[in-house]
C-alpha cells in the first residue's frame, strides 16, 4: 500500500533527520513508530501524509510515486489517509458533530447524506452523547476521541495517530488503545507514533523504531 525506498529528509540546510529510512506498509497492518524525542516520527508521519517531500529516496503511496502526485492530486489521495495530530485541531466554534462533519461538509456533501454516519461513528468512539458539545468543554480523552472520529469520517485506508495516548491517563490510553486495535481488525491500517513503552507493550505488533535518523524494523 506505502512503500519507503532509502528514504532521507533534511530541513533547508540542516542535517540530515532521516536516513535510508526503508519499510512498506501493508493493506489492514498494524505499527507502532517509536523513537527519543526528535528521531523524526513526526518528520516520518509528515512524509506519509504527503504534507513534506523526501529529499531523496523513493516513496510509492497507492501505487503512485510521490514525486509525481500533483498538487491538484494530493486532496483525493489525502482522503485515504486519516490523521490524528497530537494538538487535535478540532475547531472550537464547531460542535463535536460539526467537526467530525467538517471534511465531508468542505468537499460539499448534502448533511442528509452523510449524517447517519457521522452520528454511528460518534457513537462507536463513545461521544454519542457529546455530539452537541463544544471542544473546549470536552475533556482530554474526549477531545481525543473527537479527533480519531474525524480522522476515520472518510473511511480512510491508513490512519496515522501522533502521540494519541500522550495527553490522557493510562486507564484511557488503554481504552483507546482498544479502539484503534477494533479500527485495525474491521480493516484499516493503523500507525501509532509514541514514547510510551507500556502502551506498547500492551499489543504484540510491529515496532518501527527511528534513532540516529535510521529506521529499525522488529516484527
Ligand atoms: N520545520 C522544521 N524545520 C527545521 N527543523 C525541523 C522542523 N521540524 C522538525 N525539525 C527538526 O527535525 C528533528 C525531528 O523532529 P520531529 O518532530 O520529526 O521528531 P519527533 O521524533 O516527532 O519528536 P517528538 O517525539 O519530540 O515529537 C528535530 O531535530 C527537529 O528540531
Redesign the pocket.
Known sequence: MIRFENVGHR??M?PE?LRDVSFSLPERSFQFLS??????????L?LLFMSLKPTRGLITIFGKDRSKITRAELPLMRRNIGVVF?DFRLLDHLTTYENVALPLRVRGREEASYRADVIELLKWVGLGERMHVLPPILSGGEKQRAAIARALIEQPRILLA??PTGNVDPQLARRLLRLLIELNRLGTAVMI?T?DLGLMDQVDARRMV?SAGRLEIYD
Open positions: 530541513y533547508g540542516g533527520i523513537g527519543p524525542s526528535g528521531a523524526g516520527k513526526t518528520t516520518l509528515r497530537q501522533d502521540e507514533a514514547h527511528l
